[in-house]
DNA sequence: CTGAAAGCGCTTACAG
DNA sequence: CTGAAAGCGCTTACAG
């Protein structure tokens, strides 16, 4: 007993509205060539009189492929959802997705759920393949995934799985030139608020502080590296940690956490950029509307969405193999009045 | 040729395992009452050697029942989504489901793509029901939902269609609640931002705001009324429009306009609460941040997901027969320093 | 270019 | 309590 009680026309029925096989039809919904023209038309008119839709569910059974991509993302502390990068990283994968006519499945990944949730990602049969958001060095379930040989790239490269496509954002680069624009600027005691270092991308974002002092030939003070968690609340406590440490500037690797910083700084009397500049990471949307404006370093978090579909629907296409791809984007610095200096 | 090569076990490969027949596996699978209990022990101990998983495709296929739900979200414009609101609401939604073994799919109803979203919705098979986070009051979806018989549950109640299920927050209540608030506290001219009238939690609240003064006896200045967009920006844009007409206190329909309210009102030389009392709507995280703290209405939209996810499934359920279900829930004030008084 | 037939991996009356 | 068989709605070699 279905529940849907009205029946939607099937292959069959199509069919004998166009007096032809159901071979037929199919070839003609898959653009088969081998089709004459003038039978392709008039299935097509069948389909259209009878408004048929293929049955995904049926197709994905016979063919293996469901047109249904998969998003895994991590959820982790449940405030990593507060950061807009997610939201804006689901609208990029799904409207890249919609534009090819493909569905996207989502799995928020809970740590208690994780075993499960890894079970119906691999082996539902619900999916063609899959994008994670792997932001945890040791994710467990990127192992599972390559064992499983199930098609998948990740968002954020992963330096132990050189094997998996990745998509990613050059954060050390991003980080170095943020915390050069600093030193160029005169700024001497240049502190930063990490990431977790467990993430691939924070770890990231930390080197590149590191290289941009050392590319100056200044040696780092540990006293003005903070590890925080990506979060306003976080960038807050970090803020108030490396006050007493009197540093000139900070880079915090988030926006976020650059503008709890800010906020730490507003209540420590602290102006920025006069006594303290400021650079966050992302440009979020409030990251120019802040006060004062935050420079930041601009990813396109959209733009890794979009490539994440493309490599991926590469892959399942197979009609060539490729081995795996790693796309890097540069990020921007966008340059603000909260770091000082002359912004024209 | 499916892509995956090493195959999966299946039914049939249990049964053999078992020596049993493939009905009596699925009804083990299915829980089926009507097995030995030795056979059960059998079943369940091949399953786990092999390490089997139903493919939930073809269960989908046979069963009409695909244990998987959608969500539509109305992208609208991009700028929606810069609004904590749908993170929150998926994660909800996304949790819920996991818990009780659902997966979730997405759409992001993308206007150019309306009718084919519609369409996969609809017709692909894909899902046994859908939760459809509506806003807007002539949303086309709702109609093609209904006509369909899909099983569905709105998030945000839809005046035209009481036959649909519907979680909602009491928004009317909440708004009257905060401006009879600034009322009580001695403001004479409260203005509102207000949502775009046509999405219904808008028009709601800015009813909400028009009782207030009613119950309390004041007629509402057009002036002190400002549509907007639920954006910071438009929040900006709003309260720079009121200023001229000197507001003592502004309720905001949702705290991304309140802050954007808040910044202009910063710009403009005015104090808040001093000049201006502040109220917003939502109470989200960046609520509590802002400075002065924002006073908020606060809705569980981690709630509005579990009960729509709640209500599609004993729809689904189909045991007993339910006719629709309206569940409103009840908003609450939380006071902080942006709307003067004496937050105790 | 087209159709008959087998098959994808399940569920579900129907018999027993 | 159990199994043989039909069926869900497609795709895909295989013949012709």
Redesign the pocket.
């Known amino acids: 007993?279905t529940l849907q009680t009205h029946?939607?026309p099937?292959?069959?029925a199509v069919a004998k509205a166009a007096?032809?096989?159901?071979?037929?039809?199919?070839?003609v919904?898959?653009d088969d060539?081998?089709?004459?023209?003038?039978?392709?038309e008039r299935v097509w008119s069948a389909i259209h009189t009878l408004d048929?839709?293929?049955?995904r569910v049926?197709?994905g059974?016979?063919?293996?492929?469901t047109q249904v991509l998969g998003l895994v993302i991590p959820q982790g502390v449940a405030t990593l959802f507060s950061d807009p990068y997610f939201a804006i990283l689901i609208q990029g994968i799904s409207t890249a997705c919609s534009r090819l006519d493909y569905s996207v499945m989502l799995w928020l990944a809970e740590p208690d759920h994780e075993r499960r949730t890894i079970h119906q990602v691999l082996h539902g049969?619900l999916i063609d393949g899959v994008i994670v958001s792997s932001m945890l060095a040791d994710d467990p379930i990127i192992a599972a995934l390559v064992e499983r040989r199930m098609p998948c790239v990740l968002v954020g490269r992963h330096p132990d799985h050189p094997e998996i496509s990745t998509v990613d954002t050059d954060n050390l680069s991003g980080a170095r030139a943020a915390v050069t624009h600093l030193l160029r600027l005169g700024r001497r005691r240049v502190a930063t608020i990490t990431g977790p270092q467990n993430m691939i991308a924070g770890a990231d974002r930390c080197a590149g502080y590191s290289l941009a002092l050392r590319d100056a030939g200044f040696s780092a003070d540990p006293a003005l590296i903070v590890e925080s968690d990506f979060t306003e609340a976080g960038g807050y406590r970090a803020m108030q940690q490396l006050l007493p440490h009197h540093p000139d500037a900070v880079f915090a690797a988030s926006d976020l956490m650059a503008l709890g910083a800010l906020r730490a700084l507003q209540h420590g009397g602290l102006r920025v950029p006069e006594d303290v500049a400021v650079i966050g990471f992302d440009d979020i949307a409030a990251a120019a509307l802040a006060d004062p404006p935050l420079t930041s370093v601009r990813q396109s978090i959209q733009q890794l969405g979009h490539s994440a579909v493309e490599l991926l629907l590469t892959q399942l296409d197979g009609s060539r193999i490729t081995g795996p791809e790693h796309r890097v984007f540069p990020p921007t610095l966008v340059v603000r009045r909260s770091c000082g200096g002359d912004p024209a």
Chains 1, 2 share one sequence.
């Open positions: 007993m029946n939607r099937n292959l069959v007096g032809v096989s159901r071979s037929t039809v199919s070839r919904i898959n060539p081998n089709v004459n023209a003038a039978t392709r048929y839709q293929p049955n049926a197709r059974l016979a063919s293996g492929r049969g």
